[in-house]
């Protein structure tokens, strides 16, 4: 198992720039082998990718009770959960580029983990629940859905645009058709609905569960009904279930860019939310918790070392 | 081997002669039949499209193969027509430059519309019924096998089949493509029943296309296409309603004005509520009011658009031919130096053969004139023959190899006249 130790973020980082190379280069020239390289590289990487985020997720369990209980495992899960479904569409739709779009923000994703670093765990007490565990998956599923669903939208946009200029599609870029696109962005803005909502129910079962518990430690977890992360959390759902509604009720909505412009925004949505969750350090341990202080990959050891600020 | 053909083309002929040559394909197995009564030793293919008929022969032997003007006058012949009608219209290759013709016109580099598919199934169609008519043609074997391999090593190494290049093609197998994922859950409305309507469905059911309307001015006319191609009439004069609930459209009718007018399509428009509507506008002039184009969700691609489209790709085509044609000339002379390296085998056996027995001949009167020679000798003697044949004989057969390995083969026919060898 020593081999384990050797995998790193930079292995399936690196799989997954090689894969956004050869991406680009379908642009400009056609080579028969290389959508096999393509495919390799991202399953090599997908690969890498998990065994990192199984051995991460092992020893923050260890440490933790839970696996990813850090801002780090949780953007590397989200672009793990990316990097899959962009293996699953380069096989299904082999002849379209959107990797060109959604790697991107595969890339993004991890190197926001590796800013982030491995230390800034959650925090423990907070951790350890399982409706902290349906929160955190919720929550995690929905964003990364979300993200695909900004990047069909995108893809959407460009396609009608194109088609509606009459413009001609460049050899080696070929999109994938309209209906496809419109039916990614119906499904990820249904999924991605349901999956904030359970995040959002379960976080208000966790701090209603918090409150109950009074002075018992657990209550260490508890967040104001009036911070800003609950109410931006809010919004966001709102308005994902509006557009789902909006998208269910009312025709025009289910066709065409409309659609589009929802799943577009709902991502805006999405990184503000973001955005005020890692400003507020929202479930980031506070200076009272016990937290864990250098999760780092290569030093299991290291995830035992408590500090007491 | 020795190979002939014989034909007219788009090249040359123009339609009327090319009509008139033609075959169906119940007409080629009796007019084969009726050749080999004729020339019973030689082999024949007959290759007939709406582009070209094509009379292809070939034998072993140079004096078996029918000359050029005996091929033409039995095509003429066959077609009821004399040799002066079709002389000026038909082109003659023979042997390496028939090779040629043929493997350019199975890899389609030959035809109207360079890259097109179909004539290498046409062109395997022929020779599997060249194959009904007579069971032993191994020279018509060699050859058409060899063309299909070539076409398919020009399909594979270059892009000259990749892009669409007809209008219907262009419109169903690329642009609806790009709107529509399936189109066997879409309703098809085909507006007008010409020849264009006709040929855009074939693509459209192809496509897989199932629900399909048709409507027409002339109703008769929307009925027998309907019929053809499984859909159902529609009255014209509920044009608007079906439109309103159309995913795709083919316009392709002969009005001076246009059927749908801006006006009429915003009654059609706000029954849609946005569903994305693909219009290909196929008539000249335009059947729909061109701002049409410019509403939410609505793709009207008109004749000009598609052809700008075809045009495109066309060239795209063209600018592979020189790869191809590089392939057609590797593989022609590839092949010829194949056929010469087997013909030279067998005279080099024929070579060997003669001078062995020559050299037994003289060997056993030696043998039988000479006395008390002890075995050990005799095998001596006879390695000495051996070495004495083989050593006249590798200066001629070296030459010979290099001379067909280089693609001349002039050699081989000195060195079969000069030692009396046959075929």
Redesign the interface.
Same mark, same amino acid.
Request: proline share 9%; glycine share 4%; net charge positive.
């Given at each position: 198992m020593d081999w384990l130790y050797k995998i790193s973020i930079t292995c399936f980082a690196a799989s997954y720039l090689v894969v956004f190379a050869l991406e680009i280069s379908r642009v400009f020239f056609?080579v028969a082998l290389r959508k096999y390289v393509r495919v390799g590289f991202a399953a090599a990487g997908l690969v890498a990718h998990t065994v990192y985020l199984l051995w991460q997720g092992k020893l923050e369990l260890d440490a933790t009770g839970i696996w990813l209980s850090s801002w780090f495992g949780w953007c590397l899960a989200a672009a793990w959960v990316l990097a899959a479904a962009y293996l699953w569409i380069s096989i299904r739709q082999a002849k379209s580029v959107i990797g060109l779009f959604l790697l991107p923000v595969i890339i993004v994703l991890i190197a926001v983990a590796v800013q982030f670093g491995p230390e800034r765990s959650f925090s423990v007490g907070r951790a350890k629940t399982i409706w902290n565990m349906v929160h955190g998956s919720a929550l995690l599923l929905g964003t990364a859905v979300v993200a695909l669903g900004f990047v069909f939208g995108n893809v959407y946009l460009l396609?009608a645009s194109r /088609? *509606?200029r &009459?413009a #001609? $599609?460049p &050899?080696h870029f070929k999109? @994938? $058709? /309209?209906?496809?696109l419109? *039916?990614s962005c119906e499904s990820s803005l249904i999924i991605s609905t349901v999956l904030l909502a359970g995040g959002l129910v379960s976080g208000i079962a966790l701090n209603l569960i918090n409150q109950a518990h009074g002075n018992d430690g657990f209550a260490r977890g508890t967040i104001a009904w009036s911070d800003p992360v609950v109410w931006s959390s809010g919004v966001l759902f709102f308005w994902l279930l509006a557009s789902a509604i909006f998208n269910a009720c009312y #025709? @025009?909505a289910r066709?065409? #860019? *409309?659609v589009a412009y929802l799943v577009m925004a709902s991502f805006l949505f999405l990184v503000l939310e973001l955005g005020i969750v890692w400003w507020v350090g929202h479930a980031v341990s506070k200076s009272s918790d016990k937290t864990l202080t250098s999760v780092t990959f290569n030093d299991p050891e290291s995830l035992l070392t408590e500090k007491r600020s | 081997m020795n190979l002939q053909v014989v034909g007219c083309s788009h090249h040359q002929s123009n339609v009327a002669i090319r009509e008139r040559l033609s075959f169906t394909e119940q007409q080629v197995r009796p007019f084969l039949d009726l050749f080999y009564h004729q020339f019973p030793k030689s082999e024949a293919v007959l290759l007939s499209t709406c582009n070209r008929t094509e009379f292809y022969a070939a034998a072993e032997n140079p004096e078996l193969i029918p000359s050029k003007q005996e091929m033409i006058k039995f095509l003429a012949q066959q077609r009821g027509l004399s040799i002066a009608d079709i002389n000026a219209d038909l082109f003659a290759h023979s042997n390496q430059k028939a090779i040629e013709h043929l493997f350019n016109v199975a890899a389609s580099l030959d035809s109207m519309v360079v890259g097109e598919a179909q004539i290498l199934s046409q062109v395997k169609k022929a020779y599997q019924i060249a194959i009904e008519s007579n069971d032993s043609i191994p020279l018509t074997h060699q050859v058409f096998q060899s063309a299909i391999r070539v076409a398919r090593r020009v399909s594979n190494e270059t892009d000259i089949h990749a892009n669409r290049v007809s209008v219907p093609s262009v419109a169903i197998g690329v642009l609806a493509k790009q709107i529509f994922e399936r189109l066997d859950n879409k309703k098809i409305l085909i507006v007008g029943a010409g020849e264009m309507a006709e040929e855009t469905l074939k693509y459209v059911v192809t496509g897989g296309g199932k629900d399909i309307r048709i409507t027409n001015r002339t109703e008769s006319k929307a009925r027998e296409l309907a019929k053809q191609f499984n859909g159902r009439v529609c009255e014209w004069t509920n044009l608007k309603e079906e439109l309103a609930t159309a995913d795709l459209v083919v316009s392709t009718t002969g009005a001076t004005e246009p059927i749908v007018t801006s006006e009429m399509f915003d009654h059609v428009e706000k029954v849609r509520e946005q569903k994305p509507i693909l219009i290909l506008d196929l008539a000249i002039p335009r059947d729909f009011a061109a701002d049409i184009g410019e509403r939410l969700n609505v793709y009207l691609y008109t004749l000009d658009d598609l052809q700008k489209e075809c045009e495109l790709n066309r060239e795209s085509r063209e600018s592979e031919y020189p790869k191809a044609a590089k392939i057609i000339t590797q593989e022609t002379n590839a092949f010829f130096a194949d056929v010469r390296r087997r013909s030279s085998g067998s005279t080099i056996a024929q070579l060997r053969q003669q001078a062995d027995k020559a050299k037994n001949v003289e060997l056993d009167r030696l043998m039988n004139r000479i006395e008390g020679v002890s075995e050990k000798q005799k095998k001596e003697i006879e390695q000495s023959f051996n070495r004495l044949v083989n050593k006249i004989l590798h200066p001629p057969l070296k030459s010979l190899r290099d001379d067909t390995s280089n693609g001349s083969g002039s050699l081989l026919d000195a060195l079969k006249k000069l030692f009396q060898l046959g075929d």
């Open positions: 056609d396609q /088609l *509606k &009459k #001609r $599609s &050899k999109l @994938p $058709s /309209l209906e496809w419109q *039916k #025709r @025009p066709h065409g #860019r *409309k | -």
